[in-house]
């Protein structure tokens, strides 16, 4: 079994920044892609940000620029630091994660909400 712990939400400015953090842990021989997702009230989930095992990234448009993915392969943990951040930027973020011969896992999500 594989078990996220995310963490790192809470509530800032718009011009903030904050920085989320995902934790596998369990019997993993390895992760590969990790990704962030977001699903603000009443609206789908949407991708974020993806990283390859390798460190190759993609991110989605509202975010270029502002928004930085990582990962640390040694700890299995995730990071997004998040910049210059936005009203619009308000969600639940949740980790994704899929693990070599074991499937794929979501983090429980964490809040982010940009407000003055």
């Known amino acids: 079994q594989v078990r996220l712990v995310e963490s790192g939400g809470g509530l800032v400015q718009p011009g903030g920044s904050l920085r989320l953090s995902c934790a596998a842990s369990?019997?993993?021989?390895?992760?590969?892609?990790m990704a962030w997702y977001r699903q603000a009230p009443g609206e789908q989930r949407e991708l974020v940000a993806t990283?390859?095992?390798?460190?190759?990234?993609t991110y989605a448009d509202p975010v270029k620029g502002r928004f930085t993915i990582s990962r640390d392969n040694a700890k299995n943990t995730m990071y997004l630091q998040m910049s210059s951040l936005k009203p619009e930027d308000t969600a639940v973020y949740y980790c994704?994660?899929?693990?070599?011969?074991?499937?794929?896992?979501w983090g429980q999500g964490t809040q982010v909400t940009v407000s003055s």
């Open positions: 994704y994660v899929q693990v070599q011969a074991m499937g794929v896992y």
């Open positions: 369990g019997s993993i021989f390895r992760v590969n892609a």
């Open positions: 990283i390859a095992i390798g460190g190759t990234t």
